[in-house]
Every structure is written in structure tokens, then in C-alpha cells.
């Protein structure tokens, strides 16, 4: 049982390239979340996906697209990547709403 | 607009010294609140939540919870820190109006001196 995995775990892009960043979860949640981490303000919900075939905007959508594939897999996809976008992301997931959320162990992506 | 304010951003103790880490948050309605912890080099895990109930709330490692809802707080304690307890702590909110989103607060660092 390995939880949530995302890959890669790190990734250094040049500004205007795409890179999908993938999530999957063995716990059979309903629930799928991308978070990005900054310094000093905390998780930032990107996108959600409350169930199979769902997603739903979170604070800060503007540059990132998601893709729900499944039960097991969230990903999340930067199309033209900008130096704002340097981040650490990670992915959640949970049974049900509102409930504990388990959190993959993130992609640290740099944006030249 | 909700919102999650943990006051301190970077706190440091000697071990066996007593925490307690400030979160306030924003919003009128029903609110369910958690604390996370990350370690260095870890991912976010749940430290204590709550839902309903018994506003004081134990979680795991000795660490407890306050709701008091008057005052919009939900303030983190341990009687006696360790120097394992040297993480990164957030403070969440889920508003029952708030389909699908946990606010979190900024974070406060804690360091435990050995």
C-alpha cells in the first residue's frame, strides 16, 4: 500500500515548455487534489476532482490544466511554464469531503 | 472570503519546554479544522482534527487542539516539546460551504533545540 505517488520528484524546466506532473493514489478515494507550496503562504489548492470524471477549480488555477484519468490518477499539466510557477506540488487525496487528506510526498519544480 | 492566520511563522524551544501555535481563521459557518505536520524531508500528515464534539481534541505524538469557537481559534499545545518535534505545522479549515477546498494558513516553523 503506497499511499499517493507523484512523479518526478524533481524537474527543472526553461520558461514556455509543458511537463505533466502525475498522481495516483491506491486507497480507493473518491477525492484527488494538486496543492502548491510557496514560502510563506502555505497550500494553495490548484484544482480538485471530487470524483471520477470531475474537476473543479481551486484558488489558483491560472496556468495549470488537470485530468482526472481515473479512480488512481490526477495529473496535472503545465502548458507554457513561467519562472511564477516555481513551486513545490503536491497531490492529495481523500475518501470523501471534508475528511483527512493524504498527501503524496511532492514535486519540486524549478522554472528557468 | 475564508481565510487561516497562524500567527507565528518561526518558532524556536528548548526541548521539554511547553508549545502552543496560534490559528485563527476566517468564516461564519459550520467549519471543520485540522492541523498537519511536515518533517524535513516529509510529506504532510494529519496531526489532529475536528469535526464536532468535544472541542478539545487529542491527536497523535502528545499533541492536542482547542476549538473555541468564539474566538475563531483552534490553537495547537504539547506540554513538552522534542527535538523530533522539529517540523513544519499548518493549520487547515474545510467551511461547509466551501465545496471542495481546505484553506490552509501559512505555516509557522518550529525548531527544537536538542
Known amino acids: 500500500n503506497a499511499g499517493v505517488t507523484q512523479t518526478p520528484k524533481f524537474q527543472v524546466l526553461k520558461t514556455g515548455q509543458s511537463m505533466t506532473l502525475q498522481c495516483a493514489q491506491d486507497?480507493?478515494?473518491?477525492?484527488m487534489y494538486w496543492y502548491r507550496q510557496d514560502p510563506g503562504m502555505g497550500l494553495r489548492l490548484i484544482y480538485y476532482?471530487?470524483?471520477?470524471?470531475?474537476?473543479d477549480k481551486g484558488e489558483v488555477p491560472n496556468g495549470y490544466n488537470v485530468s482526472r484519468l481515473n479512480k488512481r490518477e490526477f495529473s496535472l499539466r503545465l502548458e507554457s511554464a513561467a519562472p511564477s510557477q516555481t513551486s513545490v506540488y503536491f497531490c492529495?487525496?481523500?475518501?470523501?469531503?471534508?475528511?483527512?487528506?493524504?498527501f503524496g510526498p511532492g514535486t519540486r519544480l524549478t522554472v528557468l | 472570503a475564508q481565510s487561516v492566520s497562524q500567527h507565528n511563522h518561526h518558532v524556536i524551544l528548548s526541548e521539554a519546554a511547553s508549545l502552543e501555535l496560534g490559528c485563527n481563521y476566517s468564516?461564519?459557518?459550520?467549519?471543520?479544522l485540522f492541523w498537519y505536520v511536515q518533517y524535513p524531508g516529509q510529506h504532510l500528515q494529519l496531526l489532529l482534527k475536528?469535526?464536532?464534539?468535544?472541542?478539545l481534541v487529542k491527536g497523535i505524538k502528545g499533541f492536542e487542539a482547542e476549538f473555541i469557537k468564539s474566538k475563531f481559534s483552534f490553537n495547537l499545545r504539547k506540554p513538552s516539546v522534542q527535538w523530533s518535534d522539529t517540523a513544519e505545522y499548518f493549520c487547515?479549515?474545510?467551511?461547509?460551504?466551501?465545496?471542495?477546498?481546505?484553506?490552509f494558513g501559512q505555516g509557522t516553523t518550529l525548531q527544537v533545540k536538542p
Open positions: 492529495a487525496s481523500s475518501e470523501e469531503r471534508p475528511d483527512t487528506q493524504y
Open positions: 486507497m480507493n478515494h473518491n477525492s
Open positions: 476532482s471530487a470524483s471520477e470524471g470531475t474537476t
Open positions: 468564516y461564519g459557518g459550520t467549519v471543520n
Open positions: 475536528y469535526f464536532s464534539g468535544d472541542p
Open positions: 487547515a479549515i474545510y467551511g461547509s460551504s466551501n465545496t471542495g477546498k481546505l484553506i
